[in-house]
């Protein structure tokens, strides 16, 4: 499998942010994939699920959020989740992606959601892992931001190595359950050489910490209404940070979209089963373009990238 190319974006407020090509050997024209990850995360995260998608003819370019992976960090005051939807509507307009299909995980759903409210028929159609919003009556992201961001405080980010950082990680806290491809993913994409030797985590615990702070702060909930692209709502029967009652509610409030709840999963569904995640894109991916009488591409250059 070719290795990921990194290609450069930048956002409105001028920080870099940087995006992983799966798909560079795949046909001109090749129906594409933007991968948004959450918080924490990077885009080499989506690795195994990007490299099934690309072996069936999907090009898959995923995304490092700001102060994730390869990207800029701003800082605290560059961490509003609007900020990431901008994000997207950067990337997708840099580098030709209108027309893609979007496919995120957590606070990188709300992102791919927030572009498409901002700016309709920046993406083809959402495909949304458990999108984090403040859903009315429930205090979820309010009893739970407080408990995530002191965690993130606390994670430890200097290690000697890799293998120490994979010994360190594996079978560890949201961890316990990845895949090794997506662990293996996480670690060649989250650190960074410190400049007097060994690795750190390119997310900083304290950017992580006011990422999760400001969960319940943006209005995606409320815009619900403005989505007009086709949403398909996807989560774990089992996951703790959006419920399925609550998935169900979203669901609700967007005419046409789709749910669909995987057993036996969580809320890092995309990384603990890889292989569920990517067959759900594929399939869904097609069954929109033979709802539409064709193969549905982007309109701009990425082949030229």
């Given at each position: ?66 102060a ?42 709300s ?16 495909w ?49 359950d990845?895949?090794a ?24 615990p ?37 419920p ?45 373009q ?16």
């Amino acid at each position: 499998m070719t290795e990921p190319v990194l290609v450069p974006a930048v956002a409105a407020d001028g920080t870099l942010l940087a995006c992983w090509d799966f798909g560079t050997e795949l046909p001109t024209g090749s129906p594409v994939v933007l991968l948004a990850h959450g918080a924490g995360l990077n885009g080499l995260s989506w690795s195994p699920v990007a490299q099934r998608c690309t072996a069936r003819g999907l090009r898959c370019v995923a995304l490092d959020m700001r102060a994730h992976g390869a990207s800029g960090a701003p800082g605290a005051d560059g961490l509003a989740w609007e900020n990431f939807g901008e994000d997207v509507t950067a990337v997708v307009d840099q580098l030709g992606l209108r027309g893609a299909l979007g496919a995120g995980h957590s606070a990188g759903a709300s992102a791919l959601m927030l572009a498409e409210q901002a700016q309709p028929a920046t993406l083809r159609a959402i495909w949304a892992w458990e999108p984090i919003m403040a859903v009315p009556g429930n205090n979820l992201r309010e009893m739970r931001s407080p408990e995530l961001a002191a965690r993130a405080r606390r994670r430890r980010r200097q290690f000697s190595s890799l293998d120490e950082a994979r010994e360190h990680f594996a079978g560890r806290g949201v961890f316990s359950d990845f895949s090794a491809e997506a662990l293996d993913g996480y670690l060649r994409g989250g650190l960074r050489p410190e400049v007097g030797g060994g690795l750190a985590l390119s997310c900083r615990p304290e950017d992580e910490a006011a990422i999760y702070e400001g969960g319940g702060a943006h209005d995606a909930w409320a815009a619900l209404g403005r989505l007009r692209c086709p949403l398909r709502l996807v989560g774990g029967e089992a996951s703790p940070a959006v419920p399925p009652p609550e998935l169900a509610r979203i669901q609700a409030e967007v005419q046409g979209s789709e749910l669909r709840v995987y057993p036996g999963l969580g809320h890092f569904g995309p990384f603990q089963r890889p292989s569920a995640a990517a067959d759900d894109i594929i399939h869904w991916h097609r069954r929109l373009q033979a709802a539409a009488g064709g193969p549905a591409r982007p309109s701009g250059p990425l082949n030229s990238l």
